[in-house]
């Protein structure tokens, strides 16, 4: 099966910048995807991004996607504690609707 | 509804008791999908489905596991004589069409089972 991989840890000081790590293993992904997962809630989307395009940036995210080297990444600028959860990297294939999940980084951001 | 809910939010049972997790989708989502998430892990694809149609089952377990969603809209998953491995979370979502890859999934709260 497909493999995503996530550091699972990080942590930063109120108002660095954040930078979570994925590495997926199928050439064929389509769509990657960042989920946030704040205790006793549900996965939030954050973003997403299609594998045709290498950067895609939505307010205080930024995600960079290296096709080549399978490698997704997560920029949060300026990390306030409200950003502290974990972060699920996943990815799908164009005509599947199977997700699979990294196993998450657990952001902890430090006042 | 305004969101993905599931129902319990907690469930504690006996090894060997049967048990069946409630999902609600988003109303008017035509895709809705099961997950299994560990402890420390992600979530793990079971089933999906398209309206009423069961399309894809090959992440159930084994066949202690089944789900179905009669009326295209609110799913059950049952768990037949339940061991204690099967402790876990189970997330419920759900997406607007019928997949392909670009569907956003909103999940819900998900049901914490815990079998004794």
């Known amino acids: 099966g497909e493999d995503v991989e996530q550091s699972l840890f990080l942590s930063v000081r109120e108002g660095d910048s954040s930078v979570i790590n994925c590495t997926y293993t199928?050439?064929?992904?389509?769509?990657l995807y960042w989920y946030k997962q704040e205790p006793g809630a549900g996965l939030q989307l954050l973003t997403y991004?299609?594998?045709?395009?290498d950067m895609k940036q939505d307010q205080r995210l930024t995600v960079l996607l290296n096709k080549k080297d399978k490698h997704l990444s997560l920029r949060i600028a300026d990390t306030q504690t409200g950003d502290s959860a974990i972060y699920f990297c996943a990815e799908s294939n164009r005509g599947f609707n199977k997700f699979y999940f990294g196993s998450g980084t657990k952001l902890n951001v430090k006042p | 509804g305004a969101g993905v809910s599931q129902s319990p939010r907690y469930k504690v049972t006996k090894r060997g008791q049967d048990v069946a997790l409630r999902c609600d989708p988003i109303s008017g989502h035509v895709s809705l999908y099961w997950y299994r998430q560990a402890l420390g892990q992600g979530p793990e694809f079971l089933t999906y489905f398209n309206y009423e149609a069961q399309q894809d089952k090959s992440g159930l377990p084994n066949d202690r596991f089944s789900a179905e969603r009669p009326e295209g809209s609110i799913s059950t998953l049952t768990i037949q004589r339940t061991e204690q491995r099967d402790s876990a979370m189970y997330r419920c979502a759900s997406s607007q069409g019928t997949g392909g890859g670009q569907e956003t999934q909103y999940f819900g709260p998900g049901t914490r089972l815990l079998v004794l």
């Open positions: 991004i299609f594998s045709n395009m």
């Open positions: 199928d050439s064929s992904s389509t769509y």
